[in-house]
């Protein structure tokens, strides 16, 4: 994976031929993660040990200036493989 300028995250998944390029509008790095997860999940890339392992960067907390959690970054999208 390589990240980029402006919220822009690359992958490559050599063993499946499939590349992820991936735009956060707004250029903050705070929904990487998570989008990039949700993405890898969604695609089948991700073993069920790896899903767990990760799990605390797939949904994270928000917190506000005296550490306390006020929301939660988390993916709201799904994608479908692509059958080659």
């Known amino acids: 994976a390589k990240l ?3 919220g822009v995250y690359c992958v490559g998944v050599g ?3 499939l590349g992820l390029a991936l735009k ?3 250029g903050n790095s705070r929904a990487i993660h998570p989008s990039v997860l949700q993405a890898l999940h969604d ?3 991700l073993e069920p040990h790896e899903i767990s392992a990760l799990k605390d960067f797939w949904h994270k907390p928000n917190l506000n ?4 959690k006020i929301g939660e970054i988390r993916p709201v999208f799904n994608l479908e493989p692509v059958n080659q």
């Open 24 to 26: 956060i509008e707004d």
């Open 43 to 45: 695609l089948e890339v």
């Open 15 to 17: 063993s499946r031929n």
């Open 4 to 6: 980029g300028a402006e």
């Open 65 to 68: 200036d005296l550490g306390q």
